[in-house]
């Protein structure tokens, strides 16, 4: 596993989503839900928990923009604060596709960097998804322009997470639970023993989540 100090170099390869992973035909309208991969990863990594998830939902897994090593990624690592254009300009790309959807885009489920974009996503437009189940994943750790609007809407939020994650070290654990509380409706799922990973018990409470937003429509 990668850990927070060895990190490659990102190479911007699109600013438009080139590749999904489909997980419905193309006359499916029910409503989409975006799975978004965490760093060095693709857009088949996720599409294995479709089998698990509710299926009065539809799922659709976006590859990222950026190269990173033999994968993809949304932005570059280690964040910086003081440049957020990388976390931009997937945001804006998601975007895009998301406008071009015949079906609904209602939600996103991401994973590290996924969870990041997942919540930029609203920070941008805290009605641009109804809910976002956030895995391991954390907010740009600096203020942004819609973050007023979205602790006034306050969507739905799932945050699964790993106690011996070593991505949440140095009280990071504590900032994205202050700001996913004052932003969001938070459910938290916290794995003591887990790391860097997603286990059974927090695939139920994503499927729990999910089934409860399905019956919301």
């Known amino acids: 596993m990668t850990t ?6 990102v190479e911007l390869l699109s600013t438009t989503i080139d590749e999904t992973a489909v997980i419905r035909s ?4 029910r409503p989409v839900v975006l799975l978004l991969h965490g760093l060095g990863s693709h ?8 089998p698990f998830l509710p299926q009065e939902l539809a799922y659709v897994s976006l590859r990222g923009i950026y190269r990173y090593a033999q994968g993809y990624a949304w932005f570059e690592m280690p964040m910086d604060p003081e440049r957020p254009e990388a976390l931009q300009t997937s945001a804006a790309a998601v975007e895009h596709w998301i406008g071009a959807q015949d079906a609904p885009v209602i939600g996103a489920i991401g994973f ?3 969870g990041a974009l997942a919540l930029q996503l609203l920070r941008r437009d805290p009605r641009a998804l109804d809910f976002v189940v956030n895995l391991s994943g954390f907010p740009f750790p600096a203020p942004m322009p819609g973050d007023d609007a979205l602790a006034e809407v306050r969507p739905p939020a ?4 790993g ?7 140095d009280g990071r654990e504590a900032a994205v639970r202050e700001f996913m509380s004052a932003h969001t409706r938070l459910e938290e799922e916290r794995r003591p023993q887990l790391g860097h990973a997603v286990d059974e018990v927090e695939l139920r409470a994503v499927a729990s989540f999910l089934q409860r ?5």
């Open 43 to 50: 857009e088949g990594d996720l599409a294995g928990l479709v």
């Open 112 to 114: 590290s960097q996924g």
């Open 158 to 161: 799932l945050w699964g997470h």
């Open 213 to 217: 937003r399905a019956a919301e429509l």
């Open 163 to 169: 106690g011996m994650d070593p991505h949440f070290a």
């Open 4 to 9: 927070p100090s060895q990190y490659a170099p």
């Open 26 to 29: 193309k006359d499916d309208q």
